[in-house]
């Protein structure tokens, strides 16, 4: 596999919190949501060996669709994506992405969707290990009895991402 030569970031303000962004010459790898910017880099070095740089124009478009989206409207975002993780956490991922904007799915569904009937818990982790959330929606993802469960970003960001997608 040829290593990443080029590693690129950006942020932007939305009604959630500070964005950040990561791209590979592959796709994007990474979204932050509400971070300090040093800790953003700090992970992307760790994770790719290479120093990131900034480059504001690379994400222009997709930033527009972003903030398009996180003011409420209804789009459907596809970018090709350069994630790091486990086989069965992409399998969660994937499955992540059939999740229709409004609607919710459990932990225990989804488990059920990648025939890991008894995943739940795993389904949990793997959502909380999403690269690139809100591209990939694990906050569309809630507890078995209609409580919000866990969120990376933490639940005050759940509950904002849900009530921008109608759902609560």
Do not use: Q
Not at 23 to 28: N, V
Not at 60 to 72: D, F, I, M, V
Not at 132 to 158: E, F, N
């Amino acid at each position: 596999m040829k290593p990443n030569t080029s590693l690129l970031y950006t942020d932007f303000g939305s009604p959630i919190g500070k964005i950040f962004l990561a791209l590979t010459e592959k796709g994007l790898c990474a979204v932050g949501i509400n971070e300090r910017e040093k800790d953003f880099i700090n992970t992307l070095e760790k994770a790719y060996n290479i120093k990131p740089v900034k480059d504001d124009a690379a994400f222009s478009e997709l930033a527009r669709l972003l903030k398009r989206c996180l003011n409420g409207e209804r789009l459907k975002i596809e970018i090709p994506l350069d994630m790091k993780g486990t086989d069965f956490e992409k399998k969660v991922w994937k499955a992540l992405l059939k999740i229709p904007h409004g609607r919710t799915k459990s932990y225990g569904e989804i488990a059920r969707k990648i025939d890991l009937p008894k995943g739940a818990r795993a389904v949990g982790n793997a959502c909380g290990k999403n690269p690139v959330p809100i591209i990939i929606p694990c906050h569309r993802v809630v507890a078995g009895d209609g409580g919000l469960g866990g969120y990376s970003g933490g639940i005050g960001i759940k509950k904002r991402l849900l009530k921008i997608e109608g759902i609560i």
